[in-house]
């Protein structure tokens, strides 16, 4: 048995194995590309496939895509040296979706806890700080 159930299952079908093998080949690329970009660059883009002798780069905007198309002989060169047979870098602008916002949240008080912030309040000396209180104590933030 080998070590993951991932690898026992994919050794037994065909079109899993040949699916692991390109991501094993994307992050192979990925890695290279990352180790000869300067740092701020190396976290704006995602190998997508690489077919053909060509290598489809996803740049998550138009700024990182035009430094990656410059950088595109550098990066060929670097991934030949590591082996890659790579003859060509295609890059293309892809932006990620960014997550929804969430959504504010809402405190409930209890009235007993509204009470004894209440409480509290009075006790303050600070008026800025006392009225705070108050207006937590009355559920307005």
């Known amino acids: 048995?080998?070590?993951?159930?991932?690898?026992?299952?994919?050794s037994r079908d065909a079109r899993l194995k040949r699916l692991f093998a390109a991501v094993r080949l994307n992050q192979?690329?990925?890695?290279?590309?990352?180790?000869?970009?300067p740092p701020g660059l190396?976290?704006?883009f995602r190998v997508v496939r690489?077919?053909?002798?060509?290598?489809?780069?996803?740049?998550?905007?138009?700024?990182?895509a035009t430094k990656l198309r410059l950088l595109a002989d550098h990066l060929i060169?670097?991934?030949?040296?590591?082996?890659?047979?790579?003859g060509a870098l295609r890059v293309k602008v892809h932006v990620?979706?960014?997550?929804p916002p969430r959504p504010a949240k809402q405190i409930a008080l209890t009235p007993h806890a509204r009470e004894s912030l209440s409480r509290a309040a009075a006790q303050i000396a600070?008026?800025?700080?006392?009225?705070?209180?108050?207006?937590?104590?009355?559920?307005?933030?």
């Open 96 to 99: 990620d979706e960014p997550e």
């Open 28 to 37: 192979r690329a990925t890695a290279v590309m990352q180790g000869a970009l």
């Open 77 to 86: 060169h670097a991934l030949r040296q590591r082996g890659l047979d790579v």
């Open 50 to 64: 690489i077919e053909q002798g060509e290598v489809l780069v996803y740049a998550r905007n138009g700024g990182a």
């Open 1 to 10: 048995m080998s070590a993951s159930p991932f690898t026992d299952i994919a």
């Open 42 to 44: 190396a976290g704006l």
């Open 126 to 141: 600070s008026p800025a700080l006392r009225a705070a209180m108050e207006r937590l104590a009355r559920n307005e933030g």
